[in-house]
Protein backbone atom coordinates (compact mmCIF):
# COMPACT_ATOMS: atom_id res chain seq x y z
CA UNK A 1 0.00 0.00 0.00
CA UNK A 2 1.52 3.73 -1.29
CA UNK A 3 -0.98 5.76 -1.14
CA UNK A 4 0.29 8.84 -0.84
CA UNK A 5 -2.38 11.40 0.59
CA UNK A 6 -0.87 14.67 0.58
CA UNK A 7 -2.57 18.00 1.36
CA UNK A 8 -5.40 19.04 -0.77
CA UNK A 9 -5.79 22.18 -2.25
CA UNK A 10 -9.33 23.57 -1.00
CA UNK A 11 -11.94 21.11 -2.20
CA UNK A 12 -15.15 23.16 -1.97
CA UNK A 13 -18.17 21.81 -3.19
CA UNK A 14 -19.59 24.94 -5.49
CA UNK A 15 -22.16 25.13 -8.56
CA UNK A 16 -19.99 25.97 -11.22
CA UNK A 17 -17.90 22.74 -9.99
CA UNK A 18 -21.25 20.32 -10.54
CA UNK A 19 -22.14 21.80 -13.32
CA UNK A 20 -18.28 20.54 -14.44
CA UNK A 21 -19.19 17.07 -12.72
CA UNK A 22 -22.63 16.70 -14.70
CA UNK A 23 -20.97 17.01 -17.93
CA UNK A 24 -18.49 14.27 -17.50
CA UNK A 25 -21.37 12.04 -16.21
CA UNK A 26 -23.55 13.05 -19.52
CA UNK A 27 -20.72 12.73 -21.86
CA UNK A 28 -19.22 9.45 -20.21
CA UNK A 29 -22.28 7.45 -21.04
CA UNK A 30 -22.76 5.47 -23.90
CA UNK A 31 -26.93 5.82 -23.93
CA UNK A 32 -26.93 9.69 -23.56
CA UNK A 33 -24.78 10.15 -26.59
CA UNK A 34 -26.96 7.61 -28.53
CA UNK A 35 -30.29 9.06 -27.90
CA UNK A 36 -28.94 12.32 -28.60
CA UNK A 37 -27.60 10.89 -31.96
CA UNK A 38 -30.92 9.50 -32.53
CA UNK A 39 -33.09 12.22 -31.82
CA UNK A 40 -30.71 14.48 -34.28
CA UNK A 41 -31.35 11.36 -37.12
CA UNK A 42 -34.17 11.63 -36.66
CA UNK A 43 -35.16 14.99 -37.32
CA UNK A 44 -32.81 15.01 -40.21
CA UNK A 45 -33.94 11.89 -41.95
CA UNK A 46 -37.88 12.76 -41.85
CA UNK A 47 -36.93 16.40 -43.21
CA UNK A 48 -36.09 14.44 -46.33
CA UNK A 49 -38.85 11.57 -46.20
CA UNK A 50 -41.82 13.52 -45.38
CA UNK A 51 -41.01 16.28 -48.27
CA UNK A 52 -40.08 13.70 -50.96
CA UNK A 53 -43.09 11.99 -50.43
CA UNK A 54 -45.04 14.96 -50.90
CA UNK A 55 -43.50 16.69 -54.00
CA UNK A 56 -43.23 12.98 -55.76
CA UNK A 57 -47.30 12.43 -54.60
CA UNK A 58 -48.20 16.31 -55.85
CA UNK A 59 -50.90 17.51 -56.54
CA UNK A 60 -52.73 15.50 -53.55
CA UNK A 61 -56.45 14.04 -54.55
CA UNK A 62 -57.75 16.04 -51.77
CA UNK A 63 -58.11 19.66 -52.32
CA UNK A 64 -57.71 20.70 -48.52
CA UNK A 65 -54.42 19.05 -48.35
CA UNK A 66 -53.55 21.93 -50.93
CA UNK A 67 -55.21 24.10 -49.25
CA UNK A 68 -54.01 23.06 -46.00
CA UNK A 69 -50.30 22.77 -46.96
CA UNK A 70 -47.74 23.69 -44.00
CA UNK A 71 -44.56 23.22 -45.51
CA UNK A 72 -42.79 24.16 -41.94
CA UNK A 73 -44.42 21.43 -40.28
CA UNK A 74 -44.01 18.70 -42.85
CA UNK A 75 -40.37 19.58 -42.90
CA UNK A 76 -39.98 19.50 -38.62
CA UNK A 77 -41.93 16.07 -38.41
CA UNK A 78 -39.10 14.53 -37.26
CA UNK A 79 -39.83 16.57 -34.07
CA UNK A 80 -42.49 14.27 -33.07
CA UNK A 81 -40.20 11.27 -32.72
CA UNK A 82 -37.39 13.36 -31.10
CA UNK A 83 -39.34 14.33 -28.60
CA UNK A 84 -39.27 10.85 -27.02
CA UNK A 85 -35.91 9.86 -27.53
CA UNK A 86 -34.99 13.57 -25.62
CA UNK A 87 -37.37 13.03 -23.36
CA UNK A 88 -36.63 9.22 -22.48
CA UNK A 89 -33.12 10.35 -22.11
CA UNK A 90 -34.18 13.00 -19.69
CA UNK A 91 -35.79 10.47 -17.35
CA UNK A 92 -32.93 8.10 -17.58
CA UNK A 93 -29.84 10.53 -16.92
CA UNK A 94 -31.84 10.90 -13.34
CA UNK A 95 -33.68 7.63 -12.44
CA UNK A 96 -30.14 5.46 -14.05
CA UNK A 97 -28.56 6.87 -10.79
CA UNK A 98 -31.24 5.36 -8.61
CA UNK A 99 -31.35 2.27 -10.50
CA UNK A 100 -27.18 1.87 -10.10
CA UNK A 101 -26.80 3.46 -6.72
CA UNK A 102 -24.81 5.88 -7.82
CA UNK A 103 -26.95 8.83 -6.29
CA UNK A 104 -25.35 7.47 -2.96
CA UNK A 105 -22.36 8.58 -4.40
CA UNK A 106 -23.34 11.16 -5.67
CA UNK A 107 -24.83 13.10 -2.84
CA UNK A 108 -21.91 11.45 -0.54
CA UNK A 109 -19.76 13.76 -2.61
CA UNK A 110 -22.75 17.07 -2.83
CA UNK A 111 -24.21 16.43 0.71
CA UNK A 112 -26.44 19.64 0.11
CA UNK A 113 -28.16 17.65 -3.24
CA UNK A 114 -30.33 20.85 -4.85
CA UNK A 115 -26.92 21.84 -6.87
CA UNK A 116 -26.86 18.14 -8.23
CA UNK A 117 -30.81 18.97 -10.10
CA UNK A 118 -29.84 22.42 -11.06
CA UNK A 119 -26.67 21.22 -12.37
CA UNK A 120 -28.48 18.41 -14.16
CA UNK A 121 -31.11 20.56 -15.93
CA UNK A 122 -28.74 23.04 -16.76
CA UNK A 123 -25.89 20.41 -18.19
CA UNK A 124 -28.77 18.87 -20.09
CA UNK A 125 -30.81 21.55 -21.62
CA UNK A 126 -27.92 23.38 -23.08
CA UNK A 127 -26.57 20.36 -24.46
CA UNK A 128 -29.64 19.44 -25.88
CA UNK A 129 -30.81 22.84 -27.38
CA UNK A 130 -27.26 23.25 -28.69
CA UNK A 131 -27.88 20.06 -30.42
CA UNK A 132 -31.20 20.11 -31.44
CA UNK A 133 -31.25 23.60 -32.75
CA UNK A 134 -29.05 23.41 -35.63
CA UNK A 135 -30.82 19.97 -36.61
CA UNK A 136 -34.43 21.39 -36.54
CA UNK A 137 -32.79 24.83 -38.77
CA UNK A 138 -31.05 22.20 -41.34
CA UNK A 139 -34.25 20.02 -41.22
CA UNK A 140 -36.11 22.80 -42.24
CA UNK A 141 -33.54 24.35 -44.69
CA UNK A 142 -33.34 20.48 -46.41
CA UNK A 143 -37.26 19.74 -46.57
CA UNK A 144 -37.74 23.52 -48.09
CA UNK A 145 -34.75 22.62 -51.00
CA UNK A 146 -36.99 19.27 -51.67
CA UNK A 147 -39.91 21.39 -51.58
CA UNK A 148 -39.15 23.75 -53.76
CA UNK A 149 -39.24 21.49 -56.71
CA UNK A 150 -42.82 21.91 -57.02
CA UNK A 151 -42.49 25.47 -55.29
CA UNK A 152 -44.21 24.56 -52.00
CA UNK A 153 -41.75 25.84 -50.06
CA UNK A 154 -41.56 28.96 -47.41
CA UNK A 155 -38.47 30.90 -46.12
CA UNK A 156 -37.53 32.19 -42.97
CA UNK A 157 -38.67 35.85 -43.60
CA UNK A 158 -42.46 34.66 -43.65
CA UNK A 159 -44.43 35.42 -40.70
CA UNK A 160 -44.15 33.08 -38.04
CA UNK A 161 -41.99 30.86 -40.12
CA UNK A 162 -38.58 31.29 -37.57
CA UNK A 163 -40.60 31.06 -34.62
CA UNK A 164 -42.21 27.99 -35.70
CA UNK A 165 -38.60 26.72 -36.38
CA UNK A 166 -37.05 27.61 -32.95
CA UNK A 167 -40.18 26.63 -31.57
CA UNK A 168 -39.69 23.27 -32.08
CA UNK A 169 -36.55 23.31 -30.82
CA UNK A 170 -37.52 24.80 -27.44
CA UNK A 171 -40.15 22.52 -27.28
CA UNK A 172 -38.17 19.15 -27.61
CA UNK A 173 -35.80 20.68 -25.10
CA UNK A 174 -38.62 21.52 -22.88
CA UNK A 175 -40.17 17.97 -23.34
CA UNK A 176 -36.67 16.56 -22.46
CA UNK A 177 -36.52 19.24 -18.99
CA UNK A 178 -39.92 17.61 -18.40
CA UNK A 179 -38.84 14.14 -18.65
CA UNK A 180 -35.86 15.15 -16.14
CA UNK A 181 -37.50 16.29 -13.57
CA UNK A 182 -40.53 13.72 -13.49
CA UNK A 183 -37.57 11.19 -13.26
CA UNK A 184 -36.09 12.75 -10.35
CA UNK A 185 -39.36 13.19 -8.34
CA UNK A 186 -40.34 9.19 -9.10
CA UNK A 187 -36.82 7.81 -9.10
CA UNK A 188 -37.92 5.16 -11.07
CA UNK A 189 -37.51 4.54 -15.02
CA UNK A 190 -40.88 3.30 -15.91
CA UNK A 191 -42.86 5.49 -13.66
CA UNK A 192 -41.30 8.37 -15.06
CA UNK A 193 -41.11 7.31 -18.77
CA UNK A 194 -45.29 6.15 -18.25
CA UNK A 195 -46.24 9.61 -16.53
CA UNK A 196 -44.43 11.72 -19.23
CA UNK A 197 -46.07 10.17 -22.48
CA UNK A 198 -49.40 10.15 -20.41
CA UNK A 199 -49.15 13.59 -19.73
CA UNK A 200 -48.54 13.86 -23.51
CA UNK A 201 -50.18 11.89 -25.49
CA UNK A 202 -53.17 9.89 -23.73
CA UNK A 203 -54.24 13.34 -21.31
CA UNK A 204 -55.67 14.14 -25.01
CA UNK A 205 -57.75 11.34 -25.52
CA UNK A 206 -59.34 11.06 -22.48
CA UNK A 207 -59.95 14.98 -22.88
CA UNK A 208 -61.62 14.16 -25.79
CA UNK A 209 -64.38 11.54 -24.33
CA UNK A 210 -65.81 14.83 -22.36
CA UNK A 211 -68.76 16.87 -23.79
CA UNK A 212 -67.23 19.26 -26.71
CA UNK A 213 -67.98 22.41 -24.68
CA UNK A 214 -65.76 21.28 -21.82
CA UNK A 215 -63.17 20.05 -24.43
CA UNK A 216 -62.99 23.45 -25.94
CA UNK A 217 -61.80 24.66 -22.58
CA UNK A 218 -59.53 22.15 -21.22
CA UNK A 219 -58.24 20.86 -24.28
CA UNK A 220 -55.89 23.99 -24.90
CA UNK A 221 -54.34 24.01 -21.51
CA UNK A 222 -52.79 20.15 -22.10
CA UNK A 223 -49.40 19.99 -21.77
CA UNK A 224 -49.32 18.76 -25.45
CA UNK A 225 -51.15 21.57 -26.94
CA UNK A 226 -49.51 24.14 -24.49
CA UNK A 227 -46.62 23.05 -25.57
CA UNK A 228 -46.47 22.55 -29.09
CA UNK A 229 -48.44 25.99 -29.98
CA UNK A 230 -45.20 27.40 -30.49
CA UNK A 231 -44.25 24.65 -32.81
CA UNK A 232 -46.88 25.62 -35.51
CA UNK A 233 -47.11 28.66 -38.22
CA UNK A 234 -51.41 28.34 -37.73
CA UNK A 235 -52.74 27.42 -35.21
CA UNK A 236 -56.28 26.33 -34.65
CA UNK A 237 -58.47 29.19 -32.96
CA UNK A 238 -59.26 27.20 -30.09
CA UNK A 239 -55.75 26.68 -29.37
CA UNK A 240 -53.40 29.00 -27.07
CA UNK A 241 -51.26 32.03 -28.45
CA UNK A 242 -47.63 30.64 -29.59
CA UNK A 243 -45.77 31.62 -26.38
CA UNK A 244 -48.05 31.44 -23.79
CA UNK A 245 -48.50 28.05 -24.52
CA UNK A 246 -44.88 27.84 -24.44
CA UNK A 247 -45.19 29.31 -21.20
CA UNK A 248 -47.52 27.47 -19.62
CA UNK A 249 -45.49 24.49 -20.48
CA UNK A 250 -42.95 25.97 -18.86
CA UNK A 251 -44.65 26.39 -15.49
CA UNK A 252 -46.05 22.59 -15.93
CA UNK A 253 -41.89 21.60 -15.64
CA UNK A 254 -41.35 24.31 -12.53
CA UNK A 255 -43.98 22.59 -11.05
CA UNK A 256 -42.74 19.23 -11.68
CA UNK A 257 -38.79 20.29 -10.67
CA UNK A 258 -40.12 22.13 -7.86
CA UNK A 259 -41.65 18.93 -6.30
CA UNK A 260 -38.80 17.00 -7.65
CA UNK A 261 -36.52 19.48 -5.39
CA UNK A 262 -38.09 19.71 -2.48
CA UNK A 263 -38.70 15.90 -2.25
CA UNK A 264 -34.81 15.42 -2.80
CA UNK A 265 -34.20 17.56 0.13
CA UNK A 266 -36.45 15.70 2.29
CA UNK A 267 -36.51 12.01 1.56
CA UNK A 268 -33.71 9.40 2.25
CA UNK A 269 -31.56 8.72 -0.79
CA UNK B 1 -14.16 11.82 14.97
CA UNK B 2 -17.62 10.76 14.60
CA UNK B 3 -20.06 11.33 17.47
CA UNK B 4 -23.38 9.65 17.77
CA UNK B 5 -26.12 10.70 20.31
CA UNK B 6 -29.64 8.85 20.68
CA UNK B 7 -29.35 7.81 16.92
CA UNK B 8 -32.77 6.43 15.81
CA UNK B 9 -34.35 5.24 12.71
CA UNK B 10 -37.75 3.70 11.98
CA UNK B 11 -38.81 2.58 8.48
CA UNK B 12 -42.62 2.65 9.90
CA UNK B 13 -43.18 0.92 12.62
CA UNK B 14 -40.03 -1.00 12.14
CA UNK B 15 -36.90 -0.14 14.28
CA UNK B 16 -33.82 -0.32 12.32
CA UNK B 17 -31.41 1.66 14.46
CA UNK B 18 -32.53 2.32 18.28
CA UNK B 19 -30.60 4.75 20.52
CA UNK B 20 -26.96 4.62 19.40
CA UNK B 21 -24.85 6.78 21.28
CA UNK B 22 -20.97 6.49 20.37
CA UNK B 23 -18.14 7.42 19.18
CA UNK B 24 -15.11 6.92 16.88
CA UNK B 25 -11.66 8.40 17.81
CA UNK B 26 -9.29 9.34 15.62
CA UNK B 27 -5.96 7.50 15.31
CA UNK B 28 -7.19 3.70 16.05
CA UNK B 29 -9.11 1.48 13.16
CA UNK B 30 -12.57 1.09 15.12
CA UNK B 31 -14.60 -1.92 14.10
CA UNK B 32 -18.48 -2.02 13.50
CA UNK B 33 -19.77 -4.97 14.37
CA UNK B 34 -23.26 -6.79 14.15
CA UNK B 35 -25.19 -9.70 12.29
CA UNK B 36 -26.69 -8.63 9.22
CA UNK B 37 -29.69 -6.61 9.51
CA UNK B 38 -28.34 -5.26 12.94
CA UNK B 39 -28.34 -1.66 11.58
CA UNK B 40 -25.73 -0.89 10.54
CA UNK B 41 -25.26 0.27 7.17
CA UNK B 42 -28.62 2.64 8.45
CA UNK B 43 -26.18 3.69 11.11
CA UNK B 44 -23.35 4.84 8.28
CA UNK B 45 -26.01 6.28 5.85
CA UNK B 46 -26.92 8.69 8.77
CA UNK B 47 -23.39 9.11 8.87
CA UNK B 48 -23.14 10.88 5.19
CA UNK B 49 -26.73 12.27 5.42
CA UNK B 50 -28.27 9.64 3.36
CA UNK B 51 -30.73 8.74 5.55
CA UNK B 52 -32.20 11.31 7.75
CA UNK B 53 -32.37 10.04 11.55
CA UNK B 54 -35.63 10.00 13.03
CA UNK B 55 -34.36 11.30 15.85
CA UNK B 56 -30.70 11.79 17.31
CA UNK B 57 -28.27 13.24 15.64
CA UNK B 58 -24.84 12.79 14.48
CA UNK B 59 -21.81 14.82 13.32
CA UNK B 60 -18.40 14.33 11.88
CA UNK B 61 -15.72 16.47 13.14
CA UNK B 62 -18.02 18.66 15.26
CA UNK B 63 -20.87 19.18 12.43
CA UNK B 64 -23.68 17.26 10.54
CA UNK B 65 -21.86 16.20 7.56
CA UNK B 66 -24.05 17.89 5.57
CA UNK B 67 -23.14 21.41 6.70
CA UNK B 68 -19.56 20.60 5.28
CA UNK B 69 -17.98 22.92 2.60
CA UNK B 70 -15.40 20.40 1.18
CA UNK B 71 -17.66 17.43 2.09
CA UNK B 72 -14.99 14.72 0.19
CA UNK B 73 -12.15 15.85 2.07
CA UNK B 74 -14.37 15.04 5.65
CA UNK B 75 -15.09 11.93 4.95
CA UNK B 76 -14.50 9.18 2.49
CA UNK B 77 -16.88 6.35 2.25
CA UNK B 78 -17.31 3.12 0.76
CA UNK B 79 -21.03 2.17 0.87
CA UNK B 80 -23.10 -1.12 0.70
CA UNK B 81 -23.27 -2.68 -2.55
CA UNK B 82 -22.13 -0.60 -5.42
CA UNK B 83 -22.13 3.07 -5.84
CA UNK B 84 -21.44 3.33 -9.22
CA UNK B 85 -23.05 3.68 -12.33
CA UNK B 86 -22.65 0.31 -14.48
CA UNK B 87 -22.78 2.39 -17.71
CA UNK B 88 -19.34 4.51 -16.79
CA UNK B 89 -15.65 3.51 -16.78
CA UNK B 90 -14.06 3.90 -13.71
CA UNK B 91 -11.98 6.61 -14.20
CA UNK B 92 -15.12 9.20 -15.38
CA UNK B 93 -16.10 7.80 -12.56
CA UNK B 94 -14.42 8.60 -10.12
CA UNK B 95 -13.32 12.51 -12.20
CA UNK B 96 -17.21 13.31 -12.20
CA UNK B 97 -17.10 12.82 -8.02
CA UNK B 98 -13.68 14.31 -7.89
CA UNK B 99 -14.63 17.37 -10.04
CA UNK B 100 -17.68 18.10 -7.74
CA UNK B 101 -14.77 18.90 -5.22
CA UNK B 102 -12.00 20.23 -7.40
CA UNK B 103 -10.29 17.94 -6.77
CA UNK B 104 -7.86 17.65 -9.88
CA UNK B 105 -7.21 14.67 -12.43
CA UNK B 106 -3.41 13.70 -10.87
CA UNK B 107 -5.55 12.54 -7.89
CA UNK B 108 -7.85 10.15 -9.90
CA UNK B 109 -5.14 8.47 -11.48
CA UNK B 110 -3.01 8.39 -7.85
CA UNK B 111 -6.15 6.42 -6.42
CA UNK B 112 -6.73 4.34 -9.35
CA UNK B 113 -2.90 3.48 -9.19
CA UNK B 114 -3.13 3.17 -5.15
CA UNK B 115 -5.81 0.14 -5.92
CA UNK B 116 -4.37 -1.68 -8.79
CA UNK B 117 -7.52 -0.54 -11.19
CA UNK B 118 -5.17 0.88 -13.59
CA UNK B 119 -5.77 -1.71 -16.05
CA UNK B 120 -9.60 -1.98 -16.98
CA UNK B 121 -9.48 1.89 -15.49
CA UNK B 122 -11.19 2.68 -18.77
CA UNK B 123 -13.43 -0.22 -18.88
CA UNK B 124 -17.38 -0.07 -18.07
CA UNK B 125 -17.53 -0.70 -14.65
CA UNK B 126 -20.51 -2.80 -14.97
CA UNK B 127 -18.66 -5.17 -16.13
CA UNK B 128 -16.38 -5.49 -12.68
CA UNK B 129 -16.34 -8.56 -10.61
CA UNK B 130 -17.19 -7.58 -6.52
CA UNK B 131 -13.49 -7.44 -5.93
CA UNK B 132 -12.89 -4.84 -8.57
CA UNK B 133 -16.35 -3.30 -7.88
CA UNK B 134 -14.96 -2.79 -3.78
CA UNK B 135 -11.51 -1.90 -5.06
CA UNK B 136 -13.32 0.88 -7.28
CA UNK B 137 -15.27 1.91 -3.76
CA UNK B 138 -12.31 2.28 -2.17
CA UNK B 139 -10.84 4.60 -4.69
CA UNK B 140 -13.93 6.54 -4.41
CA UNK B 141 -13.15 6.78 -0.40
CA UNK B 142 -9.46 7.75 -0.80
CA UNK B 143 -10.62 10.65 -3.40
CA UNK B 144 -10.96 13.79 -1.61
CA UNK B 145 -7.84 12.43 1.11
CA UNK B 146 -9.97 12.50 3.91
CA UNK B 147 -10.13 12.58 7.10
CA UNK B 148 -12.45 10.13 8.09
CA UNK B 149 -12.73 6.90 6.37
CA UNK B 150 -16.19 4.56 6.73
CA UNK B 151 -16.08 1.86 4.93
CA UNK B 152 -19.41 -0.37 4.92
CA UNK B 153 -18.21 -4.55 4.33
CA UNK B 154 -15.05 -3.45 2.47
CA UNK B 155 -13.87 -7.48 2.68
CA UNK B 156 -16.77 -8.33 0.72
CA UNK B 157 -15.53 -10.10 -2.62
CA UNK B 158 -11.90 -9.67 -1.93
CA UNK B 159 -9.53 -12.32 -2.69
CA UNK B 160 -6.61 -12.86 -0.11
CA UNK B 161 -4.24 -10.79 -1.08
CA UNK B 162 -6.82 -8.41 -1.33
CA UNK B 163 -7.93 -8.95 1.85
CA UNK B 164 -4.13 -8.36 3.15
CA UNK B 165 -3.92 -5.12 1.12
CA UNK B 166 -7.31 -3.61 3.09
CA UNK B 167 -5.88 -4.75 6.16
CA UNK B 168 -3.12 -2.61 5.53
CA UNK B 169 -4.55 0.16 4.34
CA UNK B 170 -7.24 0.60 7.06
CA UNK B 171 -3.94 0.60 9.66
CA UNK B 172 -1.72 2.82 7.50
CA UNK B 173 -4.89 5.29 7.46
CA UNK B 174 -5.33 4.99 11.03
CA UNK B 175 -1.54 5.73 11.88
CA UNK B 176 -1.81 8.95 9.70
CA UNK B 177 -4.23 9.88 12.78
CA UNK B 178 -7.14 9.31 10.46
CA UNK B 179 -10.62 8.44 11.76
CA UNK B 180 -11.37 5.25 10.73
CA UNK B 181 -14.67 3.27 10.66
CA UNK B 182 -15.08 -0.46 9.25
CA UNK B 183 -18.19 -2.45 9.47
CA UNK B 184 -18.34 -5.95 8.99
CA UNK B 185 -19.92 -9.34 10.26
CA UNK B 186 -17.49 -10.86 10.19
CA UNK B 187 -15.57 -11.27 13.22
CA UNK B 188 -12.30 -13.52 12.05
CA UNK B 189 -11.92 -9.84 10.02
CA UNK B 190 -11.87 -7.69 12.66
CA UNK B 191 -10.25 -9.73 15.24
CA UNK B 192 -6.97 -8.89 12.74
CA UNK B 193 -8.11 -5.06 12.01
CA UNK B 194 -9.59 -3.26 14.79
CA UNK B 195 -8.39 -2.12 18.09
CA UNK B 196 -11.65 -0.77 19.08
CA UNK B 197 -14.71 -1.96 18.71
CA UNK B 198 -18.74 -0.77 18.36
CA UNK B 199 -21.23 -3.92 18.55
CA UNK B 200 -24.48 -3.76 17.60
CA UNK B 201 -27.55 -5.85 17.51
CA UNK B 202 -31.50 -5.23 16.43
CA UNK B 203 -30.37 -1.76 16.43
CA UNK B 204 -28.97 -1.41 19.89
CA UNK B 205 -25.76 -0.71 21.21
CA UNK B 206 -24.13 -3.69 22.63
CA UNK B 207 -20.52 -3.00 23.39
CA UNK B 208 -18.18 0.02 23.22
CA UNK B 209 -15.19 -1.32 23.97
CA UNK B 210 -11.23 -2.12 23.21
CA UNK B 211 -11.24 -5.58 21.36
CA UNK B 212 -9.00 -6.75 24.08
CA UNK B 213 -11.36 -5.90 26.66
CA UNK B 214 -14.48 -7.13 24.32
CA UNK B 215 -12.28 -10.84 24.49
CA UNK B 216 -11.59 -10.68 27.88
CA UNK B 217 -15.01 -9.87 29.02
CA UNK B 218 -16.55 -12.80 27.33
CA UNK B 219 -18.20 -15.46 29.50
CA UNK B 220 -16.86 -18.34 27.97
CA UNK B 221 -13.51 -18.10 29.37
CA UNK B 222 -13.46 -21.27 30.65
CA UNK B 223 -10.80 -24.32 31.17
CA UNK B 224 -10.95 -27.64 30.10
CA UNK B 225 -10.07 -30.52 32.08
CA UNK B 226 -10.12 -34.36 31.31
CA UNK B 227 -8.54 -36.62 34.47
CA UNK B 228 -8.96 -40.28 35.09
CA UNK B 229 -11.83 -39.54 38.02
CA UNK B 230 -13.81 -36.64 36.64
CA UNK B 231 -17.16 -36.90 38.93
CA UNK B 232 -14.41 -36.81 42.01
CA UNK B 233 -13.03 -33.84 41.35
CA UNK B 234 -15.92 -31.83 39.76
CA UNK B 235 -16.85 -32.41 43.46
CA UNK B 236 -13.92 -30.83 44.79
CA UNK B 237 -14.35 -28.15 42.16
CA UNK B 238 -16.56 -25.31 44.37
CA UNK B 239 -16.75 -21.86 45.27
CA UNK B 240 -18.52 -18.72 44.73
CA UNK B 241 -19.20 -17.85 40.67
CA UNK B 242 -17.33 -21.62 39.68
CA UNK B 243 -20.08 -23.46 37.71
CA UNK B 244 -18.56 -26.98 36.12
CA UNK B 245 -20.39 -29.02 33.27
CA UNK B 246 -19.44 -31.90 31.33
CA UNK B 247 -18.66 -31.65 27.56
CA UNK B 248 -17.47 -33.91 25.24
CA UNK B 249 -18.71 -37.11 27.32
CA UNK B 250 -15.09 -37.33 29.06
CA UNK B 251 -14.27 -33.74 29.32
CA UNK B 252 -15.05 -31.09 32.01
CA UNK B 253 -15.12 -26.98 31.43
CA UNK B 254 -14.57 -25.19 34.32
CA UNK B 255 -15.18 -21.01 34.77
CA UNK B 256 -14.54 -19.19 37.77
CA UNK B 257 -11.33 -20.80 38.57
CA UNK B 258 -7.76 -20.44 37.04
CA UNK B 259 -5.53 -23.38 35.64
CA UNK B 260 -3.58 -23.12 38.43
CA UNK B 261 -6.49 -23.65 41.13
CA UNK B 262 -7.48 -26.63 39.51
CA UNK B 263 -4.20 -27.97 39.20
CA UNK B 264 -3.29 -27.79 42.75
CA UNK B 265 -7.21 -29.15 43.81
CA UNK B 266 -6.21 -32.19 41.65
CA UNK B 267 -3.04 -32.93 42.57
CA UNK B 268 -3.67 -32.54 46.63
CA UNK B 269 -6.72 -35.32 45.80
CA UNK B 270 -4.37 -37.49 43.57
CA UNK B 271 -6.66 -37.36 40.98
CA UNK B 272 -4.22 -37.70 37.43
CA UNK B 273 -5.11 -34.87 34.81
CA UNK B 274 -4.61 -35.92 31.21
CA UNK B 275 -5.40 -32.33 29.94
CA UNK B 276 -6.00 -28.84 31.47
CA UNK B 277 -6.08 -25.94 29.00
CA UNK B 278 -7.33 -22.26 29.44
CA UNK B 279 -9.73 -21.65 26.48
CA UNK B 280 -9.87 -18.15 25.76
CA UNK B 281 -12.59 -16.95 23.31
CA UNK B 282 -12.38 -16.14 20.05
CA UNK B 283 -14.00 -12.77 19.23
CA UNK B 284 -16.37 -14.67 17.41
CA UNK B 285 -17.45 -16.58 20.76
CA UNK B 286 -18.00 -13.36 22.28
CA UNK B 287 -20.07 -11.86 19.45
CA UNK B 288 -22.08 -15.19 19.72
CA UNK B 289 -23.02 -14.56 23.49
CA UNK B 290 -23.87 -11.07 23.22
CA UNK B 291 -25.68 -10.55 20.47
CA UNK B 292 -27.62 -14.36 21.05
CA UNK B 293 -30.76 -12.50 21.49
CA UNK B 294 -30.24 -9.88 18.91
CA UNK B 295 -29.74 -12.27 16.01
CA UNK B 296 -32.52 -11.13 13.68
CA UNK B 297 -32.71 -13.86 10.87
CA UNK B 298 -32.03 -16.95 12.43
CA UNK B 299 -32.01 -19.67 10.16
CA UNK B 300 -33.65 -23.01 10.34
CA UNK B 301 -31.58 -25.37 9.83
CA UNK B 302 -27.86 -24.81 10.70
CA UNK B 303 -26.47 -24.52 7.18
CA UNK B 304 -26.34 -21.31 5.64
CA UNK B 305 -26.02 -19.22 8.21
CA UNK B 306 -23.51 -16.73 6.18
CA UNK B 307 -24.57 -14.94 3.67
Redesign the interface.
Known sequence: ??????????????QA??L???W??LR????TVWSLLAALILIIGLSILVPAVRVAHWPPPDPNDVRNFDPVGISLGGTFLAQMAIGVLGVLLMT??YA?????????????RLPVLWAKLGVFGATSLVLVTPAVLAGFFIGQSILASKNLDTTFGKPDVARAVFGSALYVVAVGLLGMGLGALLRNTAAAISTLFGALFVLPLIVRLLPSDWQNHVSRYLPLNAGSAVTNVHNDAGSMAPWSGFGLFCVYIAVVVGLAAWKLR?Q?? | MIEARGLTKKYGEKVAVDDLSFSVQPGVVTGFLGPNGAGKSTTM?MI?????PTSGTVTVNGKP??D??????E?G?L?E?????????AF??L???A??????RS?VD??ID?VGLRDVAKRRAGGFSLGMGQRLGIA?A?L??PRTVILDEPVNGLDPEGIR?IR??LK?LAG?GRTVFVSSHLMSEMALTAEHLIVVGKGKLIADTSMDAFIAGASRNVVRVRSVDNSALSALLTGPDVTVRTVDADALEVSGLTTDQIGMTAGRAGITLLELAAQQASLEEAFMDMTHDSVEFRPTTSTGAQR
Open positions: MTTTLEAPTTQRVTRVRSETKSLRSGETGMIRATFAAVPRRDA | RLGLDAYRHVAPLHVALARSIHSGRSNHLSLQTSGIPREVATLGDWSMGE
